[in-house]
C-alpha cells in the first residue's frame, strides 16, 4: 500500500536527438506512448512547437499528468512524471521516453505527493466520480507557435508533420492545420498557407500582370514554393520564366502537399535554376526581362546594390515588384526599400494586400519602372479580363488593384515626409 498520494518524478535528459526534440507530432507519440507503457489513462493533449525551435506538452491522464519542454540547441529535455495511485508505474515512461529520444543518459528526482499520514480521508467520494476504464481519450491539442520578443502567431494542427528536411540553408516543414489547410514553414516560420496563398500572390502578380507586353520574359528571384509561379502561368503573354531558388527542398514540398501551384512547375516557358539569387545576378548575362518580381526570403536584407544589381537585368521599361515583409512601416528594412526603389526608377507606387499568417492585415508592395506613362494604378475591366480569360482567381479583380493603391493616412504622412525632405 502507497503511504501517499502520488509519486512525482522530476527527469532530464541529456544529450538527446536533437531532431526528435524539435518534432512535436513525434514527441506528442511519444508522450502518449510513455504514458500507455506505465499503465496510464490517457485523456487529453496539448503540446506547442515553438519559434525558432523547441517543444511544450503536456499529457493529461487519468491519474495526473505527463509533461515536457526541450532545448533541441542542448540536446536536452525537462519531463514531469505525476502519477496517483498503485496501477500507474511513472518510471516505465521513463524508460520509454529516454529511449524514444535516444537520450545518452539522464537524472531523476523522485518525489511523493500527499503524504498520507498528514492528511484526513473524508467520505466524498461519489458515483460520479470517473473510473479509470470510463475515460475517453479527447481530441488532441497541437499547437505550431513562431514568435519574437513582441509578438506570437499560433495555429492549431492536426498531428501529423507531412513533411521534413532539412537542406544547406533551412529547416522546411509541412503542417495539416485546422484553420489554414496545409502550411509551409522554413525554419520554424510559417510562409504560405493553403487559405491565405493566393490573395497575396494573386496581388504579387496580377498587377504587375496588367501592364505585361506581348512575348514577355520574366524573372522569379525566390519563389521556390511555386505559389507565384501559379499565377504567373496563367498570362498567354509570357514567353519565357526564369526562377532562380536557392532550395531544391522548397520546390519539393510544395509539389508535394499543394495543390495551389497545380502543374505550374510543368509548364514549358519555366526554366528553374537552382542557385542563390545574388550569385545569379552577378554571373549570369544575356537575356534581359520585361518583368522582375523580387520573392525572396524576408531574411536577406534588400539594400541599394542589390537592387542595382537587379535593375541591371531588366529591358528597358522593365517593371520590378517586391513585397515589403515588415510589422511597422516606418522600420529602416522599409525605409531602405523605398529609397532604392523612388532613387533607381522613375515610376514608383505602393500598393498592399490583406494576408494572413505571421504578420495578419495589409501586406505592402513596391513596384517600380522607368516608364513614366504607366500608371500602374488604374486598369479596365476589358483588360482584366482579357488577359486573365477563363483564369479561376480567389482574390484579384479590377476593385481589388486599384483599391489595393489606396494608402492610409499614416502612410501618405510618412512618405510626403521623405519626399519633402528629398530623403527619397
Sequence with gaps: MMNSLGMHILVELFECDRDKLDDVPGIEEAMIKAAEASGATVVNTTFHHFSPIGVSGVVVIQESHLAIHTWPEYGFAAVDLFTC???VDPWVAYEYLKKALNADYGS???MRRGEKRLMKESSLVSDSIVKPSQASVQSRN?????????????F??????LYFAKSSYQTVEVYDSYALGKVLALNGNAVITERDASVFHEMFAHVPGMFLREKSNVLVLGGGDGCLLAELVKYSEIDAIRLVERDSEVMKASKEHFKIISNAFEDDRLKVVNQDAFEFLKNSSGIRFDLILIDLDNSLLYNEFSIEKIKEKGAPDAIYVMPIVTKELNESSFDSNCKSFFQLFKNVEIYSALAGGE?????????GTDNSLIDFTSVDQKKVEEKLFLAE????????????????NYLKKLLEEKLKC???
Design 85 to 87: 495511485g498503485t496501477t
Design 108 to 110: 531523476t528526482i523522485e
Design 142 to 154: 497541437i499547437w505550431f507557435t513562431e514568435r519574437d520578443e513582441d509578438t506570437a502567431f499560433s
Design 156 to 161: 492549431r494542427q492536426k498531428g501529423k508533420r
Design 359 to 367: 504578420y495578419s492585415g495589409r501586406k505592402y508592395f513596391l513596384i
Design 393 to 408: 482567381l480567389s482574390f484579384y479583380n479590377l476593385e481589388m488593384h486599384e483599391g489595393g493603391f489606396k494608402k492610409p
Design 422 to 424: 528629398a530623403e527619397y
